[in-house]
């Protein structure tokens, strides 16, 4: 039986349904964690070992965690990937998507050159050129949203209100990731997730929060909605923008009713979506592997 490996160092609920997907499909996946891994640069057979594959590579690594850490520690767990694709095996996503990614900066770059509606953003060292930026916002009546470079969940966000809250506008490691609040349509708060696989939306969900953040992790309540044209194109331009095998596309409707792009997860999570739509996300993503990287029929 053919092994692949699911990098992921909290299984749990989603590791669990991967599993079980690629167990229907023949194969057996098995969990490993980046910081397990090596390079064995010394003429050893596997110039990258990886913890329960010692006699040979995975036919295909499934990314479902990448550690913090130092940035040397960040780098070496993202040249692990690179490795494994540069010999042949499949990594679903892979380093660059991930790199694309995990880098707010980058990633509202990327949007932003391709042409699709997302927020003002300022990505910047200086601090007293942060402040004037979040002066001026806030004189022409918009709020601002601090974020730190790296992260999810909503941890270390935060929206500047009014003055008074400069005085604790800090960088995250010395750099300042400012984005304008977008004020949702409708009563309280909410955004869209919709999940991209291939090139093809094949869920969506509205998220209501109990504040401005509306992640799952933090209260938000879920329910399913109808993939609106729109919506769709969106969704799938913004993953094709970051060249993603896979991707959780948030969105939110602003106050004129358009669809603007918040953020492209490249490790998201779907136990929410589950809940509330008919699709098995874990058995797309791994036919969708399975199907254009290793040749199999599903």
């Excluded at 490790?267 to 993503?285: D, E, I, M, T, Y």
Aim: net charge negative; with cysteine.
């Amino acid at each position: 039986m053919r092994r692949i490996v699911i990098f992921t160092d909290d299984p749990g609920w989603h590791g669990k349904q991967l599993c079980l997907a690629f167990a229907a499909r023949g194969f057996t996946a098995e969990y490993a964690s980046l910081t397990g891994c090596r390079l064995q640069l010394d003429n050893y057979d596997l110039p990258v070992l990886v913890p329960g594959f010692e006699d040979r590579l995975p036919a295909a690594a499934f990314v479902r965690g990448v550690p913090g850490g130092s940035l040397e520690e960040v780098v070496f767990y993202l040249d692990v990937l690179h490795a494994l694709k540069l010999l042949g095996v499949p990594v679903y996503n892979d380093a660059g998507a991930i790199e694309r990614s995990v880098d707010k900066g980058m990633t509202s770059f990327l949007l932003q050159r391709a042409g699709l509606p997302t927020a003002a953003t300022w990505v910047l060292r200086d601090r007293e050129q942060a402040l004037a930026i979040a002066e001026r916002e806030l004189q022409q009546g918009n709020y601002l949203i601090s974020k730190p470079l790296f992260g999810s969940q909503g941890e270390g966000i935060r929206r500047i209100e009014k003055s008074t809250d400069l005085l604790w506008l800090t960088g995250c490691r010395g750099i300042y990731y400012l984005q304008r609040f977008i004020e949702c349509d409708g009563d309280g708060y909410s955004d869209v997730r919709v999940f991209v696989v291939n090139g093809k939306a094949v869920a969506a969900m509205r998220r209501r929060g109990i504040s401005w953040l509306n992640n799952v992790a933090r209260g938000a309540s879920c329910e399913a909605i109808a993939m609106e044209a729109e919506l769709v194109e969106l969704a799938v331009a913004a993953a094709d923008a970051l060249r993603m095998d896979y991707a959780g596309v948030d969105l939110i409707k602003d106050r004129h009713g358009n669809y603007r792009i918040i953020e492209v997860n490249s490790v998201p999570a779907w136990k929410g979506l589950q809940g509330v739509c008919q699709a098995n996300v874990a058995q797309w993503l791994v036919a969708d592997l399975l199907q254009r990287y290793l040749g199999e029929l599903c």
